[in-house]
Nanobody, 121 residues
Framework: QVQVVESGGGLVQSGGSLRLSCAAS????????MAWSRQAPGHKRELIAS???????NYTDAVKGRFTISRIYANHTVYLEMNNLRPEDTAVYFC???????????????WGQGTQVTVST
């Protein structure tokens, strides 16, 4: 089995910064993509940033220029550096990862439990 665990959320003032971390563990043969999504109260979960196994990054328009996703391939860890935070960034942030397991090479896709980010005015 594969699991991911997020950390790093908290309360920050508008304009501040936070860094989220996500570590994947388990029977991982190859990790393809790792990504961050968020879900604000009353809203659907939205994908905000992703990075593939070859380093291709994508961001939703709402976070471009403020958030940076980075990845350490050796230990299946992904980070989300969030700068110039705004009250509308308040949400539960989820990490998810996809790849293939050992020894069966079955595909997997897993989500973390989420970490709360609250941005005050």
């Amino acid at each position: 089995q594969v699991q991911v665990v997020e950390s790093g959320g908290g309360l920050v003032q508008s304009g501040g910064s936070l860094r989220l971390s996500c570590a994947a563990s388990g029977s991982i043969f190859r990790m393809y993509a790792m990504a961050w999504s968020r879900q604000a109260p009353g809203h659907k979960r939205e994908l905000i940033a992703s990075v593939t196994d070859v380093g291709r990054r994508n961001y939703t328009d709402a976070v471009k220029g403020r958030f940076t996703i980075s990845r350490i391939y050796a230990n299946h860890t992904v980070y989300l550096e969030m700068n110039n935070l705004r009250p509308e960034d308040t949400a539960v942030y989820f990490c998810n990862a996809g790849g293939f397991t050992v020894p069966t090479l079955d595909p997997f896709g897993v989500w973390g439990q989420g970490t709360q980010v609250t941005v005050s005015t």
